[in-house]
């Protein structure tokens, strides 16, 4: 498969996960409304905070590092060899499910019993649900590598809906089951979605004239389950050194980024996840199989390189422009927007000035995304443990600065450590790809400029939506705060107006890989 191909095969998977991320985001919303009219706050904020944080948690540190290892490029490696790999993901997410189990029941305040009933058997079924998905991971795996959009488009909405329609209904039916309800529900989630892989497979591996099953490695579902012979060894062992050094960058990443309040970090980060989660997973996967691990930039196939380039530039400009966006409307919209969710509680306190630093975070989070999507798909094992090694040395100053700035400036200071330490890694990544690229004619970190008409819009368009936040926002009615929302739309048009033409190149990079037509094609 061509670098060209796989690159449309990447660019459709970036467009259905944005879809499934919008449409996963409205039904939660929705159901969130739905079921705080029967239940208590109380039970929904353990499931969503709590409960949700474990499960998670647990599948990071189980699968993360073997999903990069094992979807990195290798199209000669010995599939049977990665397959056995990512089987061990499950007495990994046992483990870890266990000692987290634990620490969740033992060493975190557990929730009054009477408020919020059976909190342990939730703990236990999150944590067993997370070892449920990680029975799907080798099936998840060889999808992603062979590019099966529709399987992962189908197999996710099918899950979700799924899990809010039981959900909805054990609401109203029987609401006194409290935490059971999203205990089964979430089972029920995990169960639906490892059955779509394991069915899709079972059927397209039964039928051996179809193209898909001449395409995949295997022949059969039993060549899909760990299996060890005497002619070589259970596991590529590059693969397992390469997957151990992301698991301890992962480790790592986990301890340095988790935190930052929840109301403000699901209203500050809500864009970014929207659009570059499904981004970053997918375009990970593209240079992942278009560039060799190990391999300078002037060794590989030079259209590979340049496509590579091209894309990242794209990218890059992508995110700046994101971020930038976020970071100045948002500097100006943040008490408005906290104001409408949770009324003078919120934005009369702390509350817009954590927002404004947030929406700061989240430009760096955009633009470090990027940068580590492509650092991580190209980077040799030796260079992964080097980045770890500074990882860990940014660890114990990136401690050290969150309790000095905290102890300064409260929560915000907290925000502004993670600035920090995001700026560090963002910094590291740089240095990688201008070293990939130095001896080549193809310079990505373009992506990072941007002409000085579009930067003095933005400047213009922050200081007119300040003003009007002053004049007009939040004490003098609804009439004033739709002037002030007015002003603000009619800033953001001129903003996107000018971006749209002044980037002309980052224009036709979304038209030609991301944009709507390319929904319409069929997928594998």
């Known amino acids: ?164 329609v039981l959900t909805a209904l054990l609401v109203l039916w029987l609401p006194h089951w409290g935490l059971y309800i999203f205990s089964l529900a979430q089972l029920f989630y995990t169960t639906v979605l490892v059955l779509c892989y394991v069915i899709y497979f079972a059927k397209v591996l039964g039928s051996p004239e179809s193209a898909k099953q001449q395409a995949l490695p295997v022949s059969s579902m039993t060549d899909l389950l760990p299996s060890m012979t005497k002619s070589r060894a259970f596991v590529n062992w590059e693969e397992a050194n390469l997957t151990w050094s992301f698991f301890k960058q992962s480790f790592l990443k986990q301890i340095l980024t988790e935190g930052v309040y929840d109301i403000v970090n699901n209203l500050g980060s809500l864009v970014a996840r929207l659009i570059f989660q499904p981004i970053e997973e997918s375009f990970y996967i593209f240079f992942a199989k278009v560039l060799e691990r190990e391999k300078d ?9 340049a496509v590579a380039a091209a894309v990242l530039e794209s990218l890059l400009k992508l995110a700046l422009l994101t971020g930038l966006t976020i970071t100045v409307f948002g500097f100006a919209f943040s008490q408005l927007v906290l104001d409408i969710y949770g009324g003078v509680m919120l934005s009369s306190g702390s509350g817009p000035v954590l927002l404004r630093a947030y929406c700061l975070y989240v430009l760096l989070l955009a633009i470090n995304g990027v940068t580590e999507c492509f650092t991580f798909a190209a980077m040799s094992k ?37 600035c920090f330490n995001m700026g560090i890694r963002i910094t590291q990544s740089l240095r990688f790809i201008y070293r990939y690229y130095r001896k080549s004619p193809h310079r990505p970190l373009a992506g990072l400029s941007l002409p000085p008409v579009l930067l003095g819009t933005f400047a213009i368009s922050g200081g007119i939506t300040a003003a009007s936040e002053v004049f007009l926002c939040c004490e003098w009615g609804w009439l004033a705060r739709l002037a002030h929302i007015a002003v603000g739309a009619l800033c953001l048009g001129v903003t996107l107006g000018t971006a749209f033409l002044t980037e002309t190149k980052l224009i036709h990079f979304l038209r030609t890989q991301l944009g709507v037509p390319r929904l319409a094609d069929k997928t594998t």
């Not at 930039?297 to 390189?305: G, I, N, S, Y």
């Not at 030796?382 to 660890?395: I, K, P």
Request: hydrophobic share 55%.
């Open 1 to 164: 498969m061509g670098s060209r191909e796989v690159l449309g095969q990447a660019a459709r998977l970036a467009s259905s996960g944005l879809l499934l991320q919008v449409l996963f985001r409205l039904i939660t919303f929705v159901l969130n409304a739905f079921i705080l009219r029967f239940l208590s706050k109380e039970i929904v904020g353990i499931v969503n905070v709590r409960l949700t944080l474990l499960y998670s948690t647990t599948l990071f540190l189980a699968r993360e590092a073997f999903r990069r290892a094992c979807l990195s490029g290798a199209a000669q490696r010995d599939w049977s060899q990665t397959l056995n790999l990512l089987w061990l993901t499950v007495p990994l997410g046992v483990f870890w499910s266990l000692f987290l189990g634990w620490v969740w029941l033992q060493l975190l305040a557990v929730p009054d019993p009477h408020v919020v009933p059976h909190y342990g058997t939730g703990v236990v079924v999150f944590g067993f649900s997370a070892v449920v998905e990680l029975l799907g991971e080798p099936f998840w795996v060889l999808a992603q590598a062979h590019l099966f959009v529709k399987l992962k488009v189908i197999a996710e909405s099918l899950s979700v809906i799924l899990k809010s």
């Open 297 to 305: 930039a002037t060794l590989q196939k030079q259209e590979d390189v």
């Open 382 to 418: 030796e260079e992964v443990d080097r980045y770890n090694f500074t990882m860990l040395a940014l660890s114990s100053s990136f401690l050290m600065l969150s309790y000095v700035l905290t102890r300064w400036c409260g929560s915000v200071g907290f925000i502004l450590a993670n």
